[in-house]
């Protein structure tokens, strides 16, 4: 719960401050900032069906890494000054990979957490993903009046700490 809270904290504000800020300073159009977000958004979708799709039967820590280290890698990507239809893909792959990761982690904790404790969970998970999310947006503010590179930049190498001290675990 605690890791994904954290890769929430990390993805959620470099991508809905990171993409406006991307949209109206670099790009210079709110037409873009539509399209990255409808890209991550279709994104998400097919991340969402794969799931339903493909089925991991392998260890959920192994993917959740996988996953972190991917969203990682992509998050300091964003920080160089690419073109747009670059950004699109990236947006895209974000959500794919999100998504896809999220409903194994829920579906796994509601099938290996005890009914007694469940709700207490699922509640604890979900506290960790919305409540953060102001926090999130505040301080990707902050960094993104630093430059696009100091937010994305920051929000990689903070997620890729999260996964290390995952490996680590």
Same mark, same amino acid.
């Given at each position: 719960?605690?890791?994904m ?9 470099a ?19 539509g399209? $990255? ?20 039967k ?7 890494l ?17 073109p747009?239809?670059?950004?699109l ?13 999220n409903?194994?982690? @829920? ?12 709700g ?6 979900? $506290? ?8 999130? $947006?505040? @301080? ?9 590179p100091v ?19």
């Open positions: 719960i605690i890791s809270a954290c890769i929430n904290f990390c993805v959620n504000g991508i809905q401050i990171g993409f406006t800020a991307l949209a109206k300073f670099r790009f210079n159009s709110s037409a873009d900032f399209a $990255l977000i409808t890209t991550a958004s279709l994104g998400a979708l097919v991340g969402t069906l794969a799931a339903g799709v493909w089925r991991i392998k260890d959920l820590r192994l993917m959740i996988g996953a972190c280290a991917i969203m990682a890698v992509l998050l300091l990507v964003l920080g160089l000054n690419l747009f239809w670059s950004v893909i990236i947006a895209g792959i974000l959500g794919i990979v999100a998504a896809y990761t409903i194994f982690v @829920v579906s796994w904790l509601q099938g290996n957490i005890g009914t007694n404790f469940r207490s969970v699922m509640s604890a998970l979900v $506290l960790g993903s919305t409540g953060l999310a102001p926090i999130s $947006l505040a @301080v990707s503010g902050l960094l993104v009046q630093l430059g696009f937010l994305f930049v920051s929000a990689g190498v903070t997620l890729s700490l999260v996964a290390v001290f995952m490996a680590l675990r």
